[in-house]
T-cell receptor, first 114, second 112 residues
Framework: DAMVIQNPRYQVTQFGKPVTLSCSQT?????MYWYQQKSSQAPKLLFH???????NEADTPDNFQSRRPNTSFCFLDIRSPGLGDAAMYLC?????????????FGPGTRLTVL | DAKTTQPPSMDCAEGRAANLPCNHS???????VYWYRQIHSQGPQYIIH???NNETNEMASLIITEDRKSSTLILPHATLRDTAVYYC?????????????FGQGTTLQVKP
């Protein structure tokens, strides 16, 4: 089945140690998103790629970066994780050019910062 | 994008219809109403969307009032697996990207 895959599902890192979360998709969608969801809160968009065009949300900290080497993969890099960055990180895709506007989410990666 | 207001929580008996309300009194003419849900420890899942006409798919029905200031998501025969947080989101249906601004949603608890 076509899907959005996130690895790993659980990631533990140390305070200040860079960490990379990965997302891949078999849907061939041209838009990929990264959301952050802290405990008991709603998901919040960090940034998205429309094809290779990167779009950062105004309030996303500089500590968060992203890379999209090809259509299928997108990475979230946290350069110096703080305790406040512990959260679920959700990747999503959409295919507006295909007429569909809904977003398809992966299962998320839960990040713990020690 | 217009803001939405939803009750924080609701209960529903298994097998009965679950009716989840959403207020969006500042909705603009080109904004659609979208519903997503998030089952515990999973990513959000798209349910349905609509502009002004009522919509139905295999998951749910969406009833939008004539003035478009409110809507109701209906799960016709709720099961225990429908227990989730349900998000009502208003946004422009765009051929470009469309970010989702999630509110706090309604936590639906389906009880046996």
């Amino acid at each position: 089945d076509a899907m959005v895959i996130q690895n790993p599902r659980y990631q533990v890192t140390q305070f200040g140690k860079p960490v990379t979360l990965s997302c891949s998709q078999t849907l061939n969608h041209n838009v990929m998103y990264w959301y952050q969801q802290k405990s008991s809160q709603a998901p919040k968009l960090l940034f998205h790629y429309y094809d290779k065009d990167f779009n950062n949300e105004a309030d996303t900290p500089d500590n968060f970066q992203s890379r999209r080497p090809n259509t299928s993969f997108c990475f979230l890099d946290i350069r110096s994780p703080g305790l406040g960055d512990a959260a679920m990180y959700l990747c999503a895709t959409s295919n507006p050019l295909g007429g569909g506007d809904e977003q398809f989410f992966g299962p998320g990666t839960r990040l713990t910062v020690l | 994008d217009a803001k939405t207001t939803q009750p924080p929580s609701m209960d529903c008996a298994e097998g009965r219809a679950a009716n989840l309300p959403c207020n969006h009194s500042t909705i603009s003419g080109n904004e659609y109403v979208y519903w997503y849900r998030q089952i515990h420890s999973q990513g959000p899942q798209y349910i349905i969307h609509g502009l002004k006409n009522n919509e139905t798919n295999e998951m749910a029905s969406l009833i939008i009032t004539e003035d478009r200031k409110s809507s109701t998501l209906i799960l016709p025969h709720a099961t225990l697996r429908d227990t989730a947080v349900y998000y009502c989101i208003v946004r422009v249906h765009s051929s470009n990207t469309g970010k989702l601004i999630f509110g706090q949603g309604t936590t639906l608890q389906v009880k046996p």
